[in-house]
C-alpha cells in the first residue's frame, strides 16, 4: 500500500465519519457574543496542559530530573496559533438567496416587507 493509497484511506474514512456543525441562528450567534472573553494564550495553554496530564503525559518535571519543556513548546505553539489567527487570518460569510427578511419605515405609506433576492458576501480581514 502506497502513501497515496493510505492518504485516501484515511481521508475517505473522515469523510464518511464526520457531520457538518448545526446552523445556529443570528439572534443565538448574537446574543452569544458577549459572553464571550476572547482567546486567551495562557487559558488555552492551561487547557492543553491538563488534557495532557489526563493522557498521562509529563508536564512537571521528567521522571528523570530533566526540565520539561512540552509546556513550554505548547505555549509557543498556541502563542502563534493565536496571533496568525489575530493578525493573518480573514473570514468570508455568504448568504443564500431568501435568506434575510428586512422591514423598511419612513416615508412609504405603511412601510414595507421583503426578502433578499440574490447571494450575498460579507469579507473581513484581520488587523
Given amino acids: 500500500m ?3 493509497q493510505i492518504c485516501n484511506t484515511i481521508k475517505n474514512y473522515f469523510e464518511k465519519t464526520r457531520t ?8 443565538l450567534i448574537a446574543c452569544s457574543m458577549c459572553k464571550r472573553p476572547g482567546l486567551s494564550t ?7 496542559v491538563v ?3 489526563k493522557l498521562g503525559i509529563p508536564t512537571g518535571t ?15 505553539q498556541t502563542k502563534e496559533i493565536f496571533r496568525a489567527i489575530r493578525k493573518d487570518a480573514s473570514g468570508q460569510i ?5 435568506s ?5 419605515t419612513g416615508p ?5 416587507t421583503g426578502t433578499n433576492i440574490n447571494t450575498g458576501k460579507i469579507c473581513a480581514a484581520a488587523n
Avoid: H, K, W
Fill in 100 to 104: 434575510i427578511n428586512f422591514a423598511i
Fill in 62 to 76: 521528567m521522571p528523570e530530573g530533566c526540565p520539561n519543556m512540552s509546556v513550554g513548546v505548547t505555549y509557543a
Fill in 108 to 112: 412609504v405609506m405603511g412601510g414595507a
Fill in 2 to 4: 502506497g502513501i497515496r
Fill in 20 to 27: 457538518a456543525f448545526p446552523s445556529l441562528s443570528g439572534l
Fill in 42 to 48: 495562557v487559558q488555552s495553554t492551561a487547557n492543553i
Fill in 51 to 53: 488534557d495532557l496530564a
Fill in 94 to 98: 455568504a448568504f443564500m438567496p431568501g
